[in-house]
């Protein structure tokens, strides 16, 4: 008798929201990448899926930990790896960063910034103080993916 495969369970979305200060940015990168707004959708379901999942190290999936002068084990990442159709020819390795805050516990997900790395060299660790303290508490409620 063939043995049945088995599906894994579908992993929960994490709850995404947005820091108002990560709306500008998009809004202002998106002039120049039109694809980035549908980029975001696709790296939010998958990306951000696997990470939830907890079955992958952070590293292997592009975020790595923000590092700064008290900012360790904070749970902020800075995922390298966004693929950007914009950027034509340059896959996942497209110099768009993307600062984040990761709480597992709670499976939320705060995006904080995005830039390109050739505009940029490193987050704003003003900004992930500034959230840190609570000063950033202007989320967008808004929900962008769901828990199913």
């Known amino acids: 008798m063939p043995e049945?495969?088995?599906?894994?369970?579908?992993?929960?979305?994490?709850?995404v929201s947005r820091s108002r200060a990560f709306e500008a940015d998009l809004k202002r990168l998106s002039r120049k990448y039109s694809s980035l707004p549908n980029d975001l959708k696709t790296f939010q379901t998958t990306q951000l899926r696997l990470l939830a999942a907890s079955q992958h190290l952070p590293e292997a999936l592009g975020f790595f930990p923000v590092s700064g002068k008290g900012l360790g084990g904070e749970g902020f990442f800075v995922a390298k790896r966004f693929a950007c159709m914009s950027l034509k020819g340059t896959g996942s390795r497209s110099g768009i960063r993307l600062v984040l805050r990761w709480q597992p516990g709670k499976n939320e997900v705060l995006l904080v910034e995005i830039y390109h790395k050739g505009e940029k060299q490193k987050e704003d660790n003003?900004?992930?103080?500034?959230i840190l303290k609570g000063e950033e508490n202007e989320h967008k409620k808004e929900v962008l993916g769901s828990r199913t």
């Open 126 to 130: 003003e900004r992930i103080t500034a």
């Open 4 to 15: 049945e495969q088995k599906t894994p369970p579908p992993t929960l979305m994490p709850l």
